[in-house]
């Protein structure tokens, strides 16, 4: 799977949009863009994930460069309990029975902190 | 509500003691997971069931053993060979649709003194 870099820290003021960059530049053409968030002592929770297109869903947007090489998760309206860290994943498509199903590789993600 | 249940939260133990960390799933998934959180650093897969009654190592076996004999639950066993068996344990499951999310627990902490 492709390695991805993310800032280690980024503040938000609460109401703003939080916009999170993450670097892949050594993505595959089949490797899919997965963002997860986790507070403190809680399991990671998935936020959304995409391949080429720009996703959007309930929590947040996603948006792909065209070259795939970068991407960025927008949270449209930051709110506090928004505050925690985002991971920034990127696995390749996988089907039930691969070698490589439903496994993530989690680095080190970006502490988002929003302030009031 | 359908979800992953993990117990307990937090749990204490004697170095050299066995102890089984429980998950349990009602979501109908197929596939689920464990991993392990060190402070300030990732998750690390330890290990995977893709279906009842199988199941494959991770990144980090060594110290730790699995079943899945039922597909709602999948228990970790932390023995007494894991070198440094402290941590954040979390489990995760996911269903047979390519590139299907996974789905976490919120974790047990784990104390071995």
């Known amino acids: 799977d492709a390695k991805t870099t993310q800032p280690t820290s980024m503040d938000c003021a609460e109401g703003r949009a939080a916009n999170l960059p993450c670097n892949h530049s050594?993505?595959?053409?089949?490797?899919?863009v997965y963002w997860y968030r986790q507070i403190h002592s809680q399991g990671p929770q998935y936020i959304i994930h995409g391949l080429k297109n720009n996703e959007t869903n309930e929590m947040a947007s996603l948006i792909i460069t065209e070259d795939r090489k970068s991407s960025t998760l927008i949270l449209p309206h930051a709110t506090l309990r928004d505050t925690a860290v985002y991971y920034c994943?990127?696995?390749?498509?996988?089907?039930?029975?691969?070698?490589?199903?439903?496994?993530?590789?989690f680095g080190q993600g970006t502490i988002l902190t929003v302030h009031p | 509500d359908g979800g992953i249940t993990q117990s307990p939260k937090y749990l204490f133990r004697k170095e050299g003691q066995n102890v089984t960390l429980s998950c349990e799933q009602n979501l109908n998934h197929d596939a689920m997971y464990w991993y392990r959180q060190d402070p300030g650093q990732g998750l690390r897969l330890i290990y995977y069931s893709q279906i009842v009654n199988d199941f494959q190592k991770g990144d980090i076996a060594e110290g730790y053993s699995v079943s899945r004999e039922k597909k709602e639950s999948f228990p970790l066993t932390v023995t007494s060979a894991q070198k440094n068996p402290t941590a954040f344990y979390l489990c995760a499951s996911n269903d047979r649709r390519p590139n299907s999310p996974l789905h976490f627990g919120n974790g047990t902490r784990l104390t071995v003194t």
């Open positions: 994943i990127v696995r390749a498509n996988s089907n039930a029975g691969g070698t490589s199903y439903g496994k993530l590789t």
């Open positions: 050594t993505i595959s053409g089949n490797e899919y």
